[in-house]
């Protein structure tokens, strides 16, 4: 007789199924770390806060350095008001051109003399005609031509009328205040060491004024 058949061998089991994973649970459910044996040194949080340093005190600035005392002025010498004028007696013969500015010209009663432009035959007419006569005298080294003479007439607001060199004579004319007349001659006579005697005559048709401009123009020529 023929034998039986074999029995079917038995499936095998399946396969337990794989627990899901979450990772959100890990953070919770995990075991509690073991506790730091005794004695361990505690673990260093990096990320804990870390408590902000003390402030440092601003050093103090350093006190100011006094500034220096400021040194005198230079004292500062007074105008001579005599120098402008040309009034000085003791003038050096380089300063004479000086005596051509304006602020040298005679004046009398707030009037200063301004230059009558006449002609030779015009100051002879016209000097019987001017009673007041003042003289002046004087050894000069400073009008020692009459060059010079002419120009220290000038000077003091006469016009050039004429200068004659074969005789050393010169003569100008002026007028203050638009009424007053002025008419000037002058002889200039050399002398040793380079001076010259000046002879000058004033003549005015105001009595006063001839003292006055005669001692002015003798302190233009010292």
């Keep these: ?12 089991p399946a396969p337990a199924p794989v627990p899901e994973i979450d990772l959100l649970d890990m953070m919770f459910d995990a075991p509690a770390p073991a506790p ?3 004695g361990a040194a505690p ?8 408590p902000p340093p003390e402030p440092v005190a601003a050093p103090e600035p350093p006190a100011p350095v006094p500034a220096p005392a400021p040194a005198p002025a230079a004292p500062v010498e007074p105008a001579d008001p005599f120098a402008a004028s040309g009034l000085l007696g003791d003038v050096s013969e380089k300063a004479l051109p000086n005596l051509m ?3 040298s010209k005679f004046e009398y ?11 030779t035959a015009e100051f002879g007419g016209n000097w019987g005609s001017c009673t007041a006569t003042s003289p002046v005298s004087i050894v000069s080294s400073k009008v020692n031509c009459l060059a010079a003479f002419m120009d220290v007439c000038e000077s003091i607001g006469a016009h050039k009328v004429e200068a004659i060199a074969a005789t050393n004579e010169g003569i100008c004319a002026g007028m203050v205040g638009g009424s007053a007349l002025v008419l000037l001659h002058g ?13 000058a005559t004033i003549k005015t048709t105001d009595n006063t004024m001839a003292g006055v401009l005669a001692m002015y123009l003798q302190n233009m020529m010292r």
Excluded: E, H, W, Y
């Design 187 to 199: 002889k200039i006579t050399p002398r040793a060491g380079g001076s010259c005697q000046v002879d």
């Design 36 to 38: 730091a044996p005794a």
């Design 101 to 103: 500015m304006a602020d």
């Design 109 to 119: 009663n707030g009037q200063k003399m301004a230059p009558l432009p006449i002609t």
């Design 1 to 12: 007789a023929a034998a039986p058949p074999a029995p079917a061998p038995a499936p095998p």
């Design 43 to 50: 673990a260093v949080d990096i990320f804990a806060a870390v």
